[in-house]
């Protein structure tokens, strides 16, 4: 103990050298599994009614943070609208030429149908876009801080651009 | 004693605070000759697999992330895919592929904001029902209708 202590002197306390090495030498594993320790704390503390601190309510918000959380919101509801249209499929007597030609009839007018395209093409257009910008994290790319906020303007272009592009075919 | 106590003062971050935990900041001095009778005063609890684990599903995990990120880039082909060659092919991967990405990709969804047992084991199982019907009904739409490739081309049309 003494002669760790020393060694631990001798090197410079305050560097930040990794001495795990010596220290598992005591390691001890512990009986429960991250998933388990993670239930322990939410049963404990809903049994306790305890309040949540506020977080997204208090912390400021970033360009980061709105397009991640944008690109699960796109996700949700993407899903959404196609598990809505296969229900749909499912249970709607007729054929969707059918409702297509419903639709049709309604006469909406030209910049209506635009905007709707456009309103269709933005979250498919934003999610594929942030999807990469996901990928190339993935492969370990990306990750500086000025390179994340580029990374994310770039994609708010690009839906854009797609988006407006999309909705003029 | 009275250098450790300085250490302590002066460096808090930089040693593993493992080892300078604030109750047994002055013990580990006066424990030293009986360090081998205690050595779970000063050890690290840390989570480490036990070797009775290994193998039951260790690669699980991973293995799904990496099959997202497949399956992400699959689905990513598929549009141009879907452009340039309509048809009952591309309809079909469209439908497994739209339905599995959606799928994995609400499950992760829950895992982040479900907690206790139940509640996930209830929540994993509407999903499941919830994509199986999707699944069934695009394929439906594929079989009896139109198709995907042939009903976004109709609803661009107008």
Sequence with gaps: ?169 | MAALVRLSSVCHRGVSPLLFRSSSLIRPLAIQKKDQDYPYLISAKIHATPSNYAGSGSKAASLHWTGERILSIALLGMAPAAYYFPGPAVDYSLAAALTLHGHWGLGQVLTDYVHGDFKIKMANAGLFVLSTITFAGLCYFNYHDVGICKAVALLWSK
């Design chain 1, 1 to 169: 103990m003494a002669l760790l202590l020393r060694t631990v002197a001798r090197q410079g306390l305050c560097s930040s050298r990794s001495q795990f090495g010596i220290l598992y030498r005591h390691a001890v594993p512990m009986g429960t599994t991250a998933k388990e320790e993670m239930n322990k704390f939410w049963t404990k503390n809903t049994r306790l009614n305890r309040p949540v601190s506020p977080h997204i309510s208090i912390y400021q918000w970033s360009v980061p943070m709105l397009l991640s959380i944008s690109h699960r919101g796109t996700g949700v509801g993407l899903s959404s609208g196609i598990s809505a249209f296969a229900l749909a499929a499912l249970v709607l007597p007729e054929s969707y030429p059918y409702y297509l030609d419903l639709i049709h009839s309604m006469s909406f007018g030209p910049q209506f149908l635009a905007f709707t395209k456009f309103a269709l093409a933005f979250p498919v257009a934003f999610h594929t876009f942030n999807g990469v910008r996901h990928l190339i994290w993935d492969v370990g790319k990306g990750f500086k801080i000025p390179e994340v906020y580029r990374s994310g303007y770039v994609v708010i272009a690009l839906t854009v651009l797609a988006s407006i592009g999309l909705a003029a075919m």
